[in-house]
């Protein structure tokens, strides 16, 4: 828009509600004014707030951000063995610790001849 636009960004402080200047994080890029979250923490989350001023006014958009925590898996997986009389089924539960890499972990059960009785 003529004149241009003074752009910032703020992110709302939950416990006060005020909203903090991010003015280390924001930079022009193709005429318009973006803001930067390079490695994301969990603190991160917020309400990030965008205000553009001129002459003939202010407007400010703002969205919610969610940075949920990093899933990892365990490091290692333990072998274990089961023992069941033949021509009686076995039930063999695999799952990541509670809460571990949920919902995107997928379990893949496999044989060591390579083929899984159907």
Same mark, same amino acid.
């Given at each position: $828009? %003529? ?7 703020? #992110? ?13 994080k924001?930079? &022009?890029? /193709?005429?318009?004014? %973006? @803001? ?8 991160? /989350?917020? @309400?990030? $707030?965008? &205000?553009?001023?001129? %002459? ?5 958009? $703002? ?9 990892? @898996? ?16 076995? &039930?063999?539960?695999c799952?990541?610790p ?11 059960? /496999?044989?060591?001849?390579?083929? #899984?009785?159907?």
């Amino acid at each position: $828009s %003529v004149p241009r636009p003074r752009v910032t960004w703020q #992110l709302q402080d939950p416990a006060t509600e005020a909203r903090r200047p991010l003015p280390d994080k924001s930079r &022009t890029e /193709s005429a318009q004014t %973006v @803001l930067v979250l390079p490695r994301l923490a969990v603190a991160d /989350s917020g @309400l990030y $707030s965008c &205000t553009a001023t001129n %002459v003939l006014g202010s407007i400010v958009a $703002s969205v919610r951000v969610v940075v949920k925590e990093r899933a990892e @898996l365990p490091r290692r997986i333990i072998r274990l063995t089961a023992a069941a009389p033949a021509g009686l089924g076995a &039930t063999l539960d695999c799952a990541p610790p509670h809460g571990a890499a949920a919902p995107l972990a997928v379990a893949v059960w /496999s044989h060591e001849s390579g083929e #899984l009785p159907q």
